[in-house]
Each structure stands twice: as structure tokens, then as C-alpha cells.
């Protein structure tokens, strides 16, 4: 049973107007990945104390999560760079210290590009243990300043 990325499935609650293009226009491997990524910002949002609920919407033309309502993080987007079709990125502002932090903790387990994102191959195993610690950084980012 297949489900439509507007529903509510494992990739996690329905998507509002504008975001399942954004998703639909990335290959199937990439947009799988992309989709397992959205999954895991949602989840790390609930567990994480003083995040309150996301809000989802595009930004550059991606799908981008903010603590609109607290304003506890950093916004968090998905999306896939054109210079490497095997990969999909999330990005976090690059004014902040968020991959800088990331890549001193987990710079063996997570590959970067910059100051602006974590990098993801589309068919290597999840490293979702050192990707939801740092989902949780950015969504708290303002909370520690």
C-alpha cells in the first residue's frame, strides 16, 4: 500500500499546500530519503522539551521547518544540490554555528558541506542517531542563547 505524501504516513503528519510538489520534484531515492529526514524532524521535535509544534512551509522553493510558535530553533530545510545528484542535503542557516557544532561532534559519522548543511547519500544507512541530535541542536538553537 502506497500512500499519498499529503497524508499523514511515516514520513509523518499532512503536508500543507505547496510541499508535496517540492518533494515530488526529487528523484524517487532522493525524495525517500528526504521524506525518512521530514519523519525524523518531526519526531525529534516531540521529544524535544521546549520545541512545541513545527511549522512547515517552503522556503527557496524547499520544504523548511520553524519553532514559529516558540521560536526555541533555527530554521531547519530539505532539499537536493543539482552538483551531487547522488545526495540530499538538510540545511541550517549559515550565520549560525549550527554545522560548525555538528561537524565537532560528529564529523566521523556525518559528512558537511560548509557551514550550511549535512549531507546524506540517498542509499547509505541512515545515521539517525547523530542526525536527530543535531535536528535537536537547531531546534533549540535560540533556547541556550
Known sequence: ???SPKRAS???PAMPPGVPAA???CPPAIRARLLTVRRLIFETAAATEGVGPLTETLRWGQPAYLTAATGS????????????PERCAVYFHCGTTLVATFRALFSNELAFEGNRAILLGASDPLPESPLAACLAIALTY????
Request: proline share 4%.
Open 1 to 3: 500500500m502506497t500512500s
Open 73 to 84: 530553533g533555527s530554521t531547519i530545510r530539505l532539499g537536493w544540490p543539482r552538483a551531487a
Open 10 to 12: 511515516l514520513a509523518g
Open 23 to 25: 518533494f515530488e520534484a
Open 142 to 145: 535560540h533556547l541556550g542563547r
